[in-house]
């Protein structure tokens, strides 16, 4: 077969003109084929026409998404060169191509065409350059070359920087071209958002500049080869007759740009075979969009659906709860999952009363696992925000358990923890230069490259750390004034932090460092996806200080966790976000943290609806359907938000799973708190008053609790109010002045059970359930 890869050689006419029924007879003696179940083997013979293959959780879509390929290539329907196989990870396409080579005995050649959206893009813009503006030796920026060049845009315009940073910008830009919008597209209101009007603007100067530089970022490896096919219909045709048969692996997760590359791309041969699951679509805050799969017989009119229902994974009862809780979800197309395995255990519905007691427990539980034989890398935790991550780090550490951090580094690790840790090492101890090496300048305090090596030339010619040649330089002519006023204030700020250890306590004076130095001021005003999660790990470090007297034993406890991670090796638990766990399976796996506004996560319900509330729904089920034997489900009835302690309402999705499929299991702390919580009738109030409440949320049982929103929960304090009848009557009166967190100051005017009418100053008359409220 000739190199170039446009060349399609010559295909015999009797190779494509075989029939499907002559097809079926060769891969009837086809031993790749042997081992299938009935609805794989339907997905990977239906080789003609657009086929939909839904595939559910542990189905086993990837041994028909490879054999397909090994029997399009076994049958002649087509050469490697003729097909197009799209997947959304490099390793997930070199693990394909090694499939298919076992499978028909041999290394596959000349699949240029199986690869990542981007990869292939990538190809395409490289083969067409010249009509994007570019040579064909492109560079493909990374995100840092991306900001930089923004950064660099927006200095140009006279745009503060601070108050319009970068790395926003860059949000804006990549949201549109998923969406498959160039500048003149970008809908009028969408350009307001950023900069007073300027975003579009702003977009097109990114882009001629890009165009100078002979750059691509991401971004543009989809967008400009689509932007192509819509303008060059003739290159659009050379494609369309080029690829005779397109497989798309993971279909639930495409955004736009690259749902409307594969429509136009399928348009001729119309042999599209998409596999996917809308039931697993999580990534929506990334640009993924469940309705491309949703409306796939719309748009392939005569589409042949094929549903893997049964599953190799999973007992009868983690199916049944999984089962039960997405179908409350209405977007979708519907499956049900079954399997012929042994019953196996029912899921475990576990109540704490706070989030220290739910991961002493689940650490106590997984060591009882290992003393049993259950080898640690087959157990997983799967949590919903990162900072929940903290409290299993540091059970592990105190019982020796080794765990790992699944797709991101470990709590102590993390980027923001460090930079945290830093200030207050510094704080404590000034002659510590690699902390003030990290934080000198972060946020940004206008001293550059020659500023920080003036310092440091001045400490290695005295001998004296960093931070007392800072302080030489405060009061001498070496630097310009104002990167010399930018250190005074630095060196300042530090000398005064360290003066209030002695009569404040570390919890306190953390905050104050944070907030102070800008620092926390620097992740609120960056819009990019991460920087809430990041927020909330802060929060959590301070919380976690509370366990130690005072500062100095807390960072004495750092370095050793930072010194114990560095020696672990071998056998380790899985610690992970949910949407890290996508793909992967355990024997046992357990998910802590199931209560209202953790999960489902208050701001996916605040941004998207009841849209949101649908993908968390999901998320649960991938997190149920991770497991192989046993799951298990926890809610904490207190959690500490914002350095309050807060009582917590379980999971709607809790409810949805049939009971049928649950075992309640009592907790450590008397009578189980989801069997003790208060009946339908706070369900039905909570449903009504909430503009996400789905059908499922509806019907449920919720329970709730009261809310004690104390420094430290008191039981016996806590156990009354779950006794009183009339909760809210019993913390709250009328004409009390009350706190909420969203419409402000108020004065309670009416009390109904626990739903409460409220006059808030500003924002008027709401209803609002009392778990919300505090006194003011």
Not at 431 to 453: H, M, S, T, W, Y
Not at 489 to 512: N, Y
Not at 598 to 625: I, K
Request: glycine fraction near 8%; include cysteine.
């Amino acid at each position: 077969m000739t190199s170039d890869p446009f060349d399609l050689g010559s295909i015999p006419e009797e190779t494509t003109a075989r029939t499907t029924s002559a097809a079926a007879l060769a891969g009837m003696r086809a031993p790749y084929l042997e081992g299938l179940n009935e609805e794989q083997r339907s997905a990977v013979e239906a080789l003609d026409g657009p086929v939909l293959v839904l595939a559910g959780a542990g189905t086993g879509k990837t041994r028909v998404l490879t054999t397909r390929l090994a029997h399009l290539l076994a049958t002649r329907r087509a050469f490697p060169g003729q097909i197009l196989a799209v997947t959304f990870t490099n390793k997930a396409a070199r693990e394909m191509k090694e499939r298919i080579g076992r499978l028909i005995g041999g290394v596959v050649e000349g699949m240029q065409w199986l690869g990542t959206f981007h990869s292939i893009g990538a190809k395409m813009l490289r083969r067409h350059a010249e009509l994007a503006g570019l040579r064909s030796d492109f560079t493909i920026l990374d995100a840092d070359d991306q900001i930089r060049l923004m950064k660099q845009i927006i200095e140009a315009e006279g745009i503060d920087e601070k108050r319009w940073p970068a790395r926003q910008l860059a949000n804006y830009i990549d949201g549109w071209k998923n969406r498959g919008l160039t500048p003149g597209k970008v809908p009028a209101g969408e350009a307001q958002a950023f900069a007073n009007g300027k975003g579009a603007e702003l977009y097109q100067a990114y882009q001629l500049r890009l165009k100078v530089l002979n750059a691509a970022d991401f971004g543009d490896l989809l967008l400009e080869p689509l932007r192509i096919f819509q303008e060059h219909p003739e290159i659009l045709a050379e494609y369309q007759d080029r690829f005779r048969y397109m497989l798309v692996d993971e279909y639930q997760d495409t955004n736009v740009a690259q749902y409307l590359w594969l429509r136009l791309l399928a348009q001729k041969h119309r042999n599209i075979c998409c596999v996917g699951d809308d039931d697993q679509s999580i990534y929506g805050w990334r640009g993924a969009e469940v309705d491309n799969i949703l409306r796939f017989e719309k748009d392939f009119p005569g589409a042949k659906v094929i549903r893997l229902e049964r599953n190799y994974r999973s007992t009868p009862q983690i199916l049944g709860a999984a089962s039960g809780l997405i179908a409350a979800n209405e977007a979708r197309l519907g499956k049900t999952l079954w399997t012929d395995a042994d019953e196996g255990q029912k899921v475990k519905v576990s109540s704490y009363w706070d989030g220290e007691e739910e991961a002493r427990n689940i650490a106590e539980e997984i060591e009882q696992l290992q003393r049993k034989g259950h080898m640690l890398h087959e157990i997983a935790i799967l949590v919903r925000a990162s900072f929940q991550m903290r409290e299993f780090e540091d059970r592990f550490i105190n019982l020796g358990i080794p765990y790992r951090v699944v797709g991101g580094p470990r709590f102590y690790e993390r980027a923001e923890i460090r930079d945290a840790n830093a200030y207050l090492r510094l704080v404590a101890q000034p002659d510590d230069d690699l902390a003030f090496e990290r934080i000198v300048n972060k946020p940004r305090r206008g001293l550059g490259d020659v500023a920080l090596q003036t310092i440091r030339q001045l400490a290695r010619a005295q001998g004296i750390s960093l931070m007392r040649a800072a302080r030489a330089l405060t009061t001498a002519e070496e630097l310009k004034p104002a990167p010399r006023r930018s250190l005074t204030g630095f060196v300042e700020m530090v000398d005064r932090w360290r003066s209030l250890i002695p009569g404040m306590p570390h919890t306190e004076l953390a905050e104050i460092i944070l907030d102070e130095s800008g620092y926390t001021e620097m992740w609120q005003n960056d819009k990019s996806a991460d920087a809430p999660g990041k927020l909330d790990n802060l929060r959590e470090l301070v919380r976690s200080m509370e366990h130690f007297e005072n500062l100095a034993g807390y960072l004495e406890h750092i370095s050793l966790v930072m010194e114990i991670e560095a020696q672990e090796t071998g056998d380790k638990v899985n610690l992970m976000t949910l949407h890290s766990a996508k793909g992967l399976e355990f024997d046992t796996v357990f998910l802590p943290g199931w209560e209202e506004g953790l999960f489902p996560h208050q701001r996916a319900l605040d941004e998207s609806g009841v849209a949101g509330l649908e993908e968390e729904r999901r998320l649960a089920y991938v997190g149920l359907t991770r497991a192989r034997k046993q799951a298990h489900v926890s809610f904490a009835a207190n959690r500490r938000v914002h350095n309050l302690w807060q009582s917590a309402i379980p999971s709607r999705f809790i409810d949805e799973m049939p009971q049928e499929h649950l075992e309640v299991v009592q907790s450590a702390m008397g009578a189980s708190s989801y069997q003790s919580y208060a009946p339908s009738r706070f369900a039905q109030d909570f449903a009504q008053g909430s503009d996400y409440a789905s059908p499922g949320w509806k019907r449920a049982q919720t329970m709730a609790r009261t809310t004690s929103k104390t420094r430290a929960p008191d039981l016996e304090v806590h156990a009354d109010l779950v006794a009183t009848s009339d909760p809210a009557a019993a913390t709250y009166r009328r004409g009390e002045r009350v706190f909420h967190q969203k419409f402000g100051y108020g004065e309670v005017a009416m009390i109904d059970g626990n739903k409460l009418t409220v006059d808030f100053d500003k924002a008027g008359r709401k209803k609002v359930i009392d778990s919300f409220l505090e006194r003011a």
